[in-house]
């Protein structure tokens, strides 16, 4: 599993997905950043390594981890985030970084 919309506006995404395979498969772009992957955008917003449960709202997106193994993000499910700004745009106000 890559990547998979799981209803309209949500994806199951595999954390090693790429911004640019992101974009293809969703049409929505991820913020530039350093980073190089699904997984390493949730850790750069987060700043640290997260649990599941950990939820980042950014780019009018909202993230949610739903699967680790170990230090590793195995699944995050990606839903449009209807109370922030537009997905294609820049980082909402707050990065969402509680669970």
């Known amino acids: 599993m890559r990547s998979s919309e799981v209803a309209p506006g949500?994806?199951?995404?595999?954390?090693?997905?790429r911004p640019d395979e992101f974009a293809?498969?969703?049409?929505?772009?991820l913020p530039d950043?350093?980073?190089e992957t699904v997984a390493g955008?949730?850790?750069g917003t987060l700043d640290r390594i997260p649990s599941v449960g950990d939820t980042v709202?950014?780019?009018?997106?909202?993230?949610?981890?739903t699967a680790m193994d170990h230090y590793?993000?195995?699944?995050?499910?990606?839903?449009?985030?209807a109370g922030s700004a537009d997905p294609a745009g820049g980082a909402s106000g707050?990065?969402?970084?509680?669970r």
């Open 57 to 65: 709202h950014a780019a009018g997106l909202r993230l949610d981890v």
């Open 94 to 98: 707050d990065e969402g970084r509680g």
């Open 10 to 17: 949500t994806w199951a995404v595999a954390g090693s997905v």
């Open 72 to 81: 590793s993000i195995v699944e995050v499910v990606v839903r449009i985030d």
């Open 33 to 35: 950043g350093e980073w």
């Open 24 to 29: 293809g498969r969703t049409g929505i772009e």
């Open 41 to 43: 955008f949730v850790i």
